[in-house]
């Protein structure tokens, strides 16, 4: 009885102690992407289990954060439709500038709310802020820096060129493609002078244009803080959601950290009526879905035509997201599903390939589960990017068109026969999990670093308080080029001075020449 009494004693000061020792964490991203926040849920539902008091600010109610130290504001903008047609249908350019106007639009609307006010009223003291200020919210800085707080960064993908530029870090554009452009990591002369020639434009459109208006929105709403270059500095810690299995290798600081798996849960349970449909297909099962953010029902009429015809052809049971409540055409082979358990289905032994638009978490399910992919009808952003990199790795097949029945069903036939597709993306799994701590493991980990040491500043790189140029060297790079210029010119003024001195001195000789002759022809 006594060692049960003393057991249970222990039991509870530990439980007592990670109460006790719990903090205060600040979750802010009441921006427009749909991905960031379900990226890391995993990791604030962790956090919760261990004691940590979170307070998550979002555009939209996040599912499986129920838990009882989680507590959800709503305020902010979620991605309307209209934000959704105009990226579809917008070109690089235009895209792009659409991305940074929604991002100062959002901001000023957030900082004008009557939520956001009320907010700060209430004055909340806490211990950390988890937030994603290199993704088109660089205002929420601001939140972190007004209630002097260490900042730890969250990124849903790996690091491209607008993120690198605001952190000083370096991105080597000659084997790093920006995943704004179509290409995967092996370019050829053109695609790299391409990439390389992007990069600089961006790099001098954010300096020169994005970051004095972020700046500006966020001095009319909190004129005692810094500039926006002097607050980002107070990030010591960057998660990523990246892994070497499906993204190209990188430079990255100390404090650059990839945690890449965090969207496959650890419990899957399919519902047990599909379940037992996917274990009664003799010739196994083909997932399609293209993601969250594209509506099915919203497909080119000519191409969903295509595909119904090529489905009706296969041996294949066809687990197929739409959202509608009936499809006209649909083959007996085929089912209907609004939200696919999509883990759970790649987890299942009869799943053997699923179709998909390059999302970057299907992608990195799928290679958990070593399912081979192919990829159709990319939409924007990282898409493209993403099937063009999964096809080089051989983790799939990126088929372009043109859609006819005859071209989608040799597709789908090369990625379910051909085993190196299968084998590609076997190996790539086993990259993906080889590491001495898994992803939640290693996010927790960093993530209560921030607050043991209060910001973690000595993991900062030095290039965080340089101007980009600087961080780009063109300041030397035009010292020595100024250099070189005056040494030429030098040499070109003292090659013209002595080619003066020598004709000088020729005619001097000259006239010395004709005297000597003229007084000899005398003699």
Request: proline fraction near 6%; charged fraction near 15%.
């Amino acid at each position: 009885k006594n060692a049960m009494k003393q057991l249970r004693t222990v039991v509870l000061l530990g439980l007592l102690y990670g109460i006790c020792h719990g903090s205060r964490i600040l979750v802010f991203y009441p921006g427009a992407s749909t991905s960031l926040l379900p990226s890391f849920s995993q990791l604030f539902q962790e956090l919760a289990r261990r004691g940590h008091q979170l307070t998550v600010v979002t555009a939209y109610k996040l599912r499986g954060l129920e838990e009882q130290n989680i507590t959800q504001l709503l305020m902010g903008h979620p991605l309307s439709h209209d934000d959704v047609k105009n990226l579809l249908d917008l070109s690089l350019l235009p895209n792009i500038n659409y991305l940074w106007q929604m991002a100062f639009t959002h901001c000023e609307s957030l900082f004008q709310s009557a939520k956001f006010k009320e907010f700060l009223r209430a004055n909340e003291t806490y211990d950390l802020f988890i937030g994603s200020p290199f993704y088109y919210y660089e205002c929420s800085i601001a939140v972190a820096h007004h209630l002097k707080l260490p900042v730890l960064n969250i990124y849903s993908n790996r690091l491209q060129i607008h993120a690198t530029h605001l952190m000083g870090h370096d991105f080597p554009s000659s084997y790093v493609a920006e995943f704004n452009l179509h290409f995967s990591h092996k370019m050829n002369f053109w695609e790299r002078s391409l990439n390389s020639i992007f990069c600089l434009g961006y790099s001098v459109g954010l300096s020169m244009y994005y970051i004095p208006q972020m700046n500006g929105i966020i001095k009319e709403h909190f004129p005692h803080l810094p500039p926006l270059q002097e607050m980002l500095p107070q990030i010591s810690v960057t998660l990523l959601n990246t892994n070497l299995a499906v993204h190209p290798s990188q430079p990255r600081f100390p404090g650059i950290i990839p945690v890449a798996g965090l969207t496959i849960p650890q419990k899957l349970k399919l519902p047990k009526e599909l379940e037992q449909w996917m274990d009664k297909s003799e010739s196994g099962v083909i997932l399609f879905s293209l993601g969250s953010n594209i509506k099915m029902t919203s497909m080119a009429p000519e191409v969903l035509e295509v595909i119904l015809g090529v489905f009706d052809s296969l041996p294949q049971r066809i687990l197929m997201k739409w959202e509608g409540d009936e499809l006209d055409g649909k083959p007996a082979n085929v089912r209907l599903i609004k939200w696919i358990p999509q883990t759970a289905v790649l987890a299942h032994p009869k799943c053997r390939m699923m179709i998909m638009h390059g999302g970057l978490h299907s992608w990195m399910e799928a290679v958990h589960y070593s399912v081979p992919l192919l990829g159709i009808l990319p939409s924007f952003l990282d898409q493209f990017h993403n099937l063009a990199e999964m096809q080089e790795r051989g983790h799939g097949l990126y088929f372009k068109g043109p859609w006819t029945r005859n071209n989608f069903h040799s597709a789908i036939n090369e990625v379910l026969h051909n085993y190196k597709y299968r084998e590609g993306i076997h190996e790539a799994s086993k990259i993906f999990w080889d590491q001495p701590l898994n992803p939640l493991q290693t996010a927790v980990f960093w993530t209560e670093y921030v607050i043991r040491h209060n910001g973690s500043s000595h993991l900062l790189s030095p290039a965080f308080t340089l101007p980009w140029y600087q961080v780009a060297l063109l300041d030397i790079i035009g010292v020595l080029l100024l250099s070189v210029l005056a040494l030429v010119l030098l040499f070109r003024a003292a090659l013209r001075a002595f080619r003066r001195w020598l004709l000088d001195y020729e005619y001097i000789i000259f006239n010395k020449f004709l005297r000597i002759c003229h007084k000899l022809k005398g003699n």
